[in-house]
């Protein structure tokens, strides 16, 4: 196996912080990044044996010929990406730009074999990090790499703060400072019960040390993270899942930007989050995973996006009447 080929498989699956493989599966491979991974391994495949995948031939209308062809295109398209893609969407956007003078056919085929996006269900984002904090923002931060275990649901997500940042390093209390260090001291000398016992109450506080890729120790503070403006089915609710897995795939090992402006009643940050210059919550409604949460944002373009996405019947507009979640929260209150 050469180099080449372990980078073009591994770059695909590897997670991009300590701790989070262990949800992603054996090869960090997830619900959502399945395709992705299918499609990595059988380029990887084509380049050892000039063999392109078995059961291609039923979803496209090319010859095995011209299906070598494509393999060849996108086994350099996909070396040459930097970095190679990681989700479903980057995968499609990979196809389409690749084979864009092949038969439309083929292409949605291709993309069908592997379970990705057709051409007609991506979406482009238009709203880039402000310059500027907009009014009402409190503050702005930066988390670390996101666990995917740490997507609560298609609104919510856990997400750290090192404490490096300076306007964490200034208000990280006493007890957990002086935890960190006996933590540490504990460490050093491999007494691993009273590390671990120093670490739950550095948790317990609000707190975490976060492993980076680097082997670096980081102590971070937790932020619970409520999307501002959109509400997403609940889990129980249909598309519930489909809105968590799609969150999921966007900022899971992200670094995130948050711009905060406030708390609401369950202590979560309510912001605006960005990932890697796509505006988050512009993503979910265009892709129909979420709704536009009117009692508490009134901004036109969500209301814009989220009426894009009904007229395409995408996500949760494929059904004719979902239930508002908001509408289901209250009569299971009710019922209780």
Not at 188 to 215: C, E, F, K, M, P
Not at 328 to 335: G, H, I, Q, V
């Amino acid at each position: 196996m050469g180099n080449a080929l372990r980078f073009l498989y591994g770059q695909c699956c590897k997670p991009s912080a300590e701790g989070d493989s262990g949800s992603l599966g054996p090869h960090g491979v997830s619900a959502s990044t399945v395709g992705v991974s299918a499609l990595a391994h059988d380029l990887f495949n084509f380049e050892i044996t000039s063999q392109v995948p078995a059961g291609l031939s039923s979803h496209v209308v090319s010859s095995r010929k011209a299906q070598a062809k494509w393999c060849r295109k996108l086994l350099e398209a996909w070396k040459e990406a930097q970095p190679p893609p990681r989700t479903p969407e980057e995968a499609s956007r990979l196809i389409i730009n690749t084979l864009k003078w092949h038969q439309k056919a083929d292409v949605e085929g291709l993309l069908t074999f592997y379970g990705l996006p057709l051409p007609h269900t991506l979406v482009e984002t238009s709203v880039e990090v402000p310059a500027s904090l907009p009014h009402r923002v409190q503050f702005q931060f930066q988390t670390l790499p996101v666990d995917p275990k740490a997507v609560a649901d298609g609104d919510t997500i856990s997400v750290y703060v090192s404490t490096s940042d300076p306007r964490e390093s200034c208000s990280v209390p006493q007890d957990v400072q002086i935890a960190a260090v006996e933590r540490s001291a504990a460490r050093a000398v491999r007494d691993y019960a009273r590390a671990d016992a120093l670490h739950q109450t550095i948790i317990n506080s609000g707190y975490r040390v976060i492993y980076l890729q680097n082997g670096e120790e980081v102590l971070a503070r937790k932020y619970r993270i409520r999307l501002r403006g959109i509400d997403a089915p609940e889990g129980l609710m249909p598309h519930g899942k489909e809105a968590t897995e799609e969150l999921r795939s966007i900022v899971q090992g992200k670094m995130l930007t948050v711009l905060a402006y406030g708390q609401d009643q369950y202590g979560r940050c309510v912001g605006d989050v960005y990932c890697n210059g796509i505006f988050v919550q512009e993503m979910m409604l265009k892709k129909g995973m979420a709704w536009h949460y009117v009692a508490y944002d009134q901004r036109a373009e969500f209301a814009k996006w989220e009426k894009e996405a009904r007229a395409k019947r995408l996500g949760l507009w494929a059904s004719r009447n979902p239930e508002e979640p908001w509408e289901w929260r209250k009569n299971k209150r009710e019922a209780a």
